[in-house]
């Protein structure tokens, strides 16, 4: 089973497309949003969830397989929850950009809903011509998968905060 999975693609395509499998394997949604030294994690039940208030940042989202509530599970990263969970990370835009999602099983020892959602994520973009794979030199790049709509006149990058050098498909 993957534990990390990279996708050239929008936060907001990627739960647009993959709605229907998170909904059918009985996943949860959280994103994690930082405005000033305030950090909220909201549980996103429709697209709108997504768009960001004045003065709000996007930090990072999860899939889980249980609920997470704060009262009862601490942190999503506590060593009893984070079997549960995948952090997923990147996926921001701009009209010319374009920044890596990046998806990490957090726990070495993830529940068996965490791995059937991501074994069936993977297989899906293996076999969907939506999808290609392979943006560069290295292992690590040639594993990335990248949504071959949304890249279209774009400048790719693997991190936004890290521009060194754009990344370009094989």
Not at 15 to 39: C, P, W
Not at 137 to 149: I, K, Q, V
Request: charged content about 30%; some cysteine.
């Amino acid at each position: 089973m993957a534990s990390l999975i990279n996708i050239i693609i929008r936060l907001e395509t990627f739960f647009d497309e993959f709605n229907s499998l998170i909904n059918k394997s009985a996943m949860h949604v959280y994103i994690k949003t930082r405005a000033g030294q305030r950090v909220t994690l909201k549980k996103v039940n429709r697209r709108e969830d997504f768009l960001l208030k004045a003065g709000e940042r996007y930090y990072s989202a999860y899939i889980t397989s249980v609920e997470f509530l704060k009262e009862r599970d601490g942190d999503i990263f506590d060593e009893e929850f984070c079997v549960h969970a995948i952090e997923l990370r990147g996926g921001r835009s701009t009209p010319d950009e374009l920044e890596n999602l990046s998806l990490r099983v957090i726990s070495k020892t993830p529940d068996k809903n965490i791995k059937s959602f991501v074994n069936k994520l993977q297989q899906h973009l293996k076999k969907s011509g939506n999808y290609g794979v392979g943006v560069g030199d290295g292992w690590l790049y040639s594993r990335t998968f990248y949504n071959r709509s949304e890249i279209a006149g774009k400048t790719l990058w693997f991190d936004f905060d890290r521009k060194f050098r754009p990344l370009q498909i094989d």
